[in-house]
């Protein structure tokens, strides 16, 4: 017959250990949150489905934080796994199409002030940039990420990000200077 004893030192170490993970983790969430639900914000344009990713996101990185060796990687790593998130949901998603072309749809607009309205012209466009050009762009406008954080987290070129970067901007200011897109006409 055998029995069981506990080792204190070895109880006392899990402890330790699970308090200082849980440390860990929750000043990454604190100090990284709203970073990372406004990047997910901009990669799916919905509210809810941004939480929810996040929050998926943030799980992840529960399960795996012993995988993030260097806390200054952290940013990058959870962008990372929210981009894999998001990409997890078209696996799952079935859609629904209509008739009716999503340009077609009607903005609500609820705001009265310029800056908002600009802001909104802005993510608009941006949103229009395929995909290889806006994920950059944002990595760098919402992430602040420079070009070498971006070609790692895109598992790209550098060169190739700086690239995509300069002709997403230019895309961005050749319709943004058109009159019909700032609301302005000649007739």
Known sequence: ?????????TVTT?????????????????ALHADIFRYGYWLCGDKHVAEDITQETFLRAWRSLES???????????????RRENARRFERKQFDYSDVEQDTLEDNIASSSEEQVEQHLIRRQIATLELEYREPLLLQIIGGFNGEEIANILSL?????MTRLFRA???????????????????
């Not at 899990?14 to 969430?29: C, I, P």
């Not at 070129?157 to 990000?161: E, L, P, Q, S, Y």
């Open 14 to 30: 899990v402890h330790s250990d699970m308090v200082t993970k849980q440390r860990r983790y929750d000043s990454l969430v604190k």
């Open 157 to 161: 070129n550098r060169n190739t990000v």
């Open 1 to 9: 017959m055998f029995t069981f004893t506990r080792n204190k030192k």
């Open 68 to 82: 993030l060796k260097d806390d200054k990687a952290a940013k990058a790593w959870l962008i990372t796994i929210l």
């Open 169 to 187: 901007r230019n895309q961005l200011k050749d319709v943004l200077e058109q009159p019909k897109v700032r609301g302005q006409s000649n007739g």
